[in-house]
């Protein structure tokens, strides 16, 4: 897939390159205010350096401009990544994929032994604080047969910046990757974030991304369940506040018989808000015999947020079990109504409230001290009470 690299340049991007209304990708999403900002482009160190630190919950792995730095067991390999290749995927035209080509391509590749089993998950900390950078970033996740690997990644900024993030699991046979993404750079900030995943035979994925900061941001998120009995969970939650924009592309791709594929994405929308889902499952004609389930739900806790829901099934086989759906309502005045009738205040109830919505997304993830993590975040940003 070539490329005018020029064009794609962050210190020169080319308007004509930005991706406008008629592109049905990016039809409720305008990135001209990303030439408003004179971004420049910031080369992360290749570095890999001993973490002396410990923690009894994760193993740490700390990631900024100075380089990486770790305390990861033999059990993980890590390698610089700076050769990037691409597969063929619905996003490969996309002005995401086109800037992790065009600009500095630095990365790692976390590499799990086969057969092997870490005692607790992984911690990578991301904390860019070079106002107005831009970090192109791709991370490979290999997990070899047999092997389980459970990856936290947390993005944070102290300033604005711009982060264009690609994320690619490949999971092997009988393996399984549990895989949250949280994304809570500074308010003002733009984050960009690819997801392309592929599982094999009797492999499972379980992808979380929750998007709580920045004031544009969208995940593309691509997984391919290329084997028989290949299995995918992807999770999402968007919480939104003052006039913050989050799009979400998702598609599944059933490429073979026998294939399981489940998503819930859930968004919270206040203030002047916006949200947009648009999600797609595709079935090949050889793939019989498989389940997909998708839905998307969304709450509205004020008249002037804003949602966009465009769930798709893409169907070519005749034996397969799918479901599709979408939801978009704001607080029922009964619920409310009935807190405040037993003393509860409105302010109070809509905390409740949006606590339960959101902890349906929350609750899908299985490992209870990444779910605790997640929780933490949502309180620290009021999204929900402790």
Same mark, same amino acid.
């Given at each position: 897939?070539?490329?005018?690299?020029?064009?794609?340049?962050? $210190?020169?991007?080319?308007?004509?390159?930005?991706?406008?209304?008629? !592109?049905?990708?990016?039809?409720?999403?305008?990135? $001209?205010?990303? %030439?408003?900002?004179?971004?420049?482009?910031?080369?992360?160190?290749?570095?890999? !350096?001993?973490?002396?630190?410990?923690?009894?919950?994760?193993?740490?792995?700390?990631?900024?401009?100075?380089?990486?730095?770790?305390?990861?067991?033999?059990?993980?390999?890590?390698?610089? %990544?700076?050769?990037?290749?691409?597969?063929?995927?619905?996003?490969?035209? $996309? @002005?995401?994929?086109?800037?992790?080509?065009?600009?500095?391509?630095?990365?790692?590749?976390?590499?799990?032994?086969?057969?092997?089993?870490?005692?607790?998950?992984?911690? =990578?900390?991301?904390?860019?604080?070079?106002?107005?950078?831009? @970090?192109?970033?791709?991370?490979? +996740?290999?997990?070899?047969?047999?092997?389980?690997?459970?990856?936290?990644?947390?993005?944070?900024?102290?300033?604005?910046? +711009?982060? !264009?993030?690609?994320?690619?699991?490949?999971?092997?046979?009988?393996?399984?990757?549990?895989?949250?993404?949280?994304?809570?750079?500074?308010?003002?900030?733009?984050?960009?974030?690819?997801?392309?995943?592929?599982?094999?035979?009797?492999?499972?994925?379980?992808?979380?991304?929750?998007?709580?900061?920045?004031?544009?941001?969208?995940?593309?998120?691509?997984?391919?369940?290329?084997?028989?009995?290949?299995?995918?969970?992807?999770?999402?939650?968007?919480?939104?506040?003052?006039?913050?924009?989050?799009?979400?592309?998702?598609?599944?791709?059933?490429?073979?018989?026998?294939?399981?594929?489940?998503?819930?994405?859930?968004?919270?929308?206040?203030?002047?808000?916006?949200?947009?889902?648009?999600?797609?499952?595709?079935?090949?004609?050889?793939?019989? %015999? =498989?389940?997909?389930?998708?839905?998307?739900?969304?709450?509205?806790?004020?008249?002037?947020?804003?949602?966009?829901?465009?769930?798709?099934?893409?169907?070519?086989?005749?034996?397969?079990?799918?479901?599709?759906?979408?939801?978009?309502?704001?607080?029922?005045?009964?619920?409310?109504?009935?807190?405040?009738?037993?003393?509860?205040?409105?302010?109070?109830?809509?905390?409740?409230?949006?606590?339960?919505?959101?902890? $349906?997304?929350? %609750?899908?993830?299985?490992?209870?001290?990444?779910?605790?993590?997640?929780?933490?975040?949502?309180?620290?940003?009021?999204?929900?009470?402790?």
């Amino acid at each position: 897939m070539a490329i005018n690299e020029t064009q794609y340049s962050i $210190d020169k991007l080319d308007p004509s390159v930005l991706p406008q209304r008629g !592109n049905e990708s990016w039809k409720y999403t305008r990135l $001209d205010h990303l %030439l408003e900002n004179q971004y420049h482009s910031v080369q992360l160190a290749t570095n890999i !350096n001993t973490l002396s630190l410990s923690d009894e919950n994760y193993y740490l792995v700390n990631i900024n401009e100075e380089g990486l730095e770790h305390n990861l067991p033999s059990s993980v390999e890590i390698d610089s %990544l700076q050769n990037n290749k691409f597969e063929n995927t619905p996003f490969n035209n $996309d @002005i995401a994929t086109h800037l992790t080509q065009a600009n500095n391509k630095m990365g790692y590749q976390f590499s799990v032994v086969k057969n092997s089993s870490l005692d607790k998950p992984i911690m =990578i900390k991301y904390d860019f604080k070079n106002k107005l950078a831009y @970090i192109n970033l791709h991370n490979e +996740f290999i997990v070899n047969s047999g092997s389980k690997l459970e990856v936290f990644e947390d993005f944070s900024s102290s300033v604005n910046v +711009f982060v !264009n993030y690609m994320a690619k699991p490949t999971v092997e046979s009988n393996a399984n990757f549990n895989h949250v993404i949280i994304q809570d750079t500074k308010y003002g900030s733009l984050f960009l974030h690819s997801y392309d995943g592929k599982v094999l035979s009797n492999g499972t994925l379980d992808s979380m991304v929750i998007n709580l900061g920045a004031k544009l941001s969208r995940s593309n998120v691509y997984i391919n369940l290329a084997d028989e009995n290949a299995s995918c969970s992807a999770h999402g939650l968007y919480a939104l506040h003052r006039d913050q924009h989050h799009d979400t592309s998702s598609y599944i791709h059933h490429s073979m018989p026998h294939t399981y594929s489940f998503q819930l994405y859930k968004g919270i929308m206040d203030d002047e808000s916006h949200g947009v889902f648009t999600g797609k499952v595709r079935v090949e004609k050889d793939a019989q %015999l =498989i389940t997909a389930e998708q839905l998307n739900k969304n709450l509205l806790l004020s008249n002037k947020a804003k949602v966009n829901s465009r769930p798709q099934l893409e169907i070519y086989a005749d034996d397969v079990k799918c479901a599709h759906g979408s939801t978009t309502g704001q607080m029922s005045e009964d619920e409310l109504f009935y807190f405040e009738s037993r003393g509860i205040k409105k302010e109070k109830a809509r905390g409740i409230l949006a606590r339960a919505f959101a902890y $349906d997304v929350v %609750l899908k993830q299985k490992n209870l001290t990444m779910r605790s993590e997640i929780i933490n975040h949502l309180i620290q940003k009021n999204i929900v009470r402790a």
